[in-house]
């Protein structure tokens, strides 16, 4: 199980950060994956770390977004700064199966950049 | 990136028919050292995330009825809802991880009831 806590309203060029506690797995065996979600819209992948814990982004978020993970915690988060208007969204954590697709998605947290 | 573009962008079908949905690859997603197409297929209903329905494009993933089905290899796939229920009126996305980290997904198909 995933579960997502942190979003909110923010002002454009601040900060937030959004976290992903798991159960039932251990993150550190997993890739752990974001998904984002605009209203209305559909999905897109913004960021990963591997179970070795290094980190990609996608471009829309790069420099700007970064993921971490507390492995005692069994939980990830994601920092996100200089927030934009299009980073309006709902954020899903998931875990990403040993066959490459994500078989776990929390319920995902709402994020509003907006003045 | 790879573009995943689906077809119809939402389609009505009666209780009881066959629904299907198109998905294409701007390029192939089938990895040779593996002979297996790196395509999966995710159902979100409103208010709830997605949902993993199919894997390796026509791998049912535990749980999921055998009503849906997935077909098709390298660039053009298909999921198929065989006898349409209440419960399965959704969004539906393709998705590929062939090319990672860089996961694409469709713009989705929206199903509903005629």
């Known amino acids: 199980q995933l579960v997502e806590t942190g979003g909110g309203l923010i002002q454009p060029g601040g900060s937030l950060r959004v976290s992903c506690a798991a159960s039932g797995f251990s993150i550190s065996n997993n890739y752990m994956i974001w998904v984002r979600q605009a209203p209305g819209k559909g999905l897109e992948w913004v960021s990963v770390?591997?179970?070795?814990?290094?980190?990609y982004y996608a471009d829309s978020v790069k420099g700007r977004f970064t993921i971490s993970r507390d492995l005692s915690k069994n939980m990830l988060s994601l920092h996100m700064n200089s927030l934009r208007g299009e980073d309006t969204a709902r954020y899903y954590c998931?875990?990403?199966?040993?066959?490459?697709?994500?078989?776990?998605w929390g319920q995902g947290t709402m994020v509003t950049v907006s003045s | 990136d790879i573009v995943m573009t689906q077809s119809p962008d939402s389609l009505a079908v009666s209780l009881g028919g066959r629904a299907t949905v198109n998905c294409k690859s701007s390029q192939s997603v089938l990895k040779s050292s593996t002979n297996k197409s790196y395509l999966a297929w995710y159902q979100q209903k409103p208010g709830q995330p997605p949902k993993l329905l199919i894997y390796w494009a026509s791998t049912r993933q535990p749980g999921v009825p055998d009503r849906f089905s997935g077909s098709g290899s390298g660039t053009d796939f298909t999921l198929t809802i065989s006898s349409l229920q209440a419960e399965d009126v959704a969004v539906y996305y393709c998705q590929q991880y062939y090319s990672t980290p860089q996961w694409t997904f469709g713009q989705g198909t929206k199903v509903e009831i005629k």
């Open positions: 770390i591997y179970r070795d814990g290094n980190t």
């Open positions: 998931a875990r990403e199966a040993i066959f490459g697709a994500f078989d776990i």
